[in-house]
């Protein structure tokens, strides 16, 4: 994964996400948009075998950047609590 | 969040999860058709081949051989510390040779890892006649299913909302829904209609068209998914789905370490 | 480039510009190219 940022503002910040794809993207827009102070989040794959997601983030007044990386630690605390509650029932 | 399982085999699973979005859960379709690294055969170095396939057929066909995966002694290439020049910690040697007449399979291949061998020992690869022969060595690799599909472990991953079905009071036991549902789910309990098992419900919507006076409503419940999961042997399916959730979480803390440096 | 004649078995070399495809052992005209003693590399795809 390499991180190219195009541009960044006080509220806005458009980041290239290299070698990563829908997977990825779209759980973290989700979960950028549970967010009340992100206005925006959404992300474009230009071309679906060549281009590189371009993430684009807007908040009300909050720095982007740890817009970004609370979503992504809200996701892993998702995904670790689907791992804790899938392993219980099935190991059962 | 709460996971509810229905079914779950070595290499099958069903489940019902709740309380998510939509994203989380085709997050976990997704990791789990193309994002868990996977064994596979990348390059095949035959010695000989005197059988009536060509050398790339059979290359072709020595990919698509499910292999079972162990992450712990085993690194994707590109993450590996020799550069993607080839050692024991991302790559796996195995080899296959036979002599006619005689129908070859995957389990006549050897692995040099006792830990780690094909899933399936009975995928046929060629049937060699008399005097043919067949000599070559494998070299197999971690992928991902994103760069080919010998490299996807789970391949029949999918999921869909949870029905809901309703009937309103206006309902008055006619039984047409009941004859027409090809799953046979609804039943006449009394003076009113009642769902056995909404889980098998198809969504196919028989039961609303039948109805004359519209008393059956039929909806999709947004946060609640019936997955279902199956491998192709290179890892148990329960393994499979805690994998696809792991690769997310390592996915989204590498994120974050590097929005960390860049700040 | 040697070719292997499918009667006689002999190792043969063609100049077909002066005799075409023919063994000049026998006459054969079915010539087998042999595989190369060469290990090769064949991606798996």
Redesign the interface.
Known sequence: MDLKVIEKTDTEILVEIGGESHTLLNTLKSSLLDDPRVEVATYDIKHPTISEPILFVKTAGVDPVVAIKEASARLIEVYEEFKSVFSEKASI | MDVEIIELSDDNARFVLTGVNPAIANGLRKSMLSEVPTMAIDYINIYDNTSVLFDEQIGLRMGLIPIITDLDSYVLSEDCDCNDEGCTKCQLTLTLSAEGPVMVYSGDIQSSDPNVSVADEKVPIVELKERQKLVLEAVAKLGTGRKHVKYQAGVACGYKNVPVITFQDTCDACGKCVDECPKEILRIDGDKVTVTDPLKCILCRLCVDACDIKAISLEEDDSSFIFTAESDGSYPAKELIVQSADTIIEKAKLLNEILESIE | MAYLCTRCKHSVEIDYEVMGIRCPYCGHRILIKE?PTL???????
């Open positions: 595989r290990i090769k590399k064949v991606e798996a795809v």
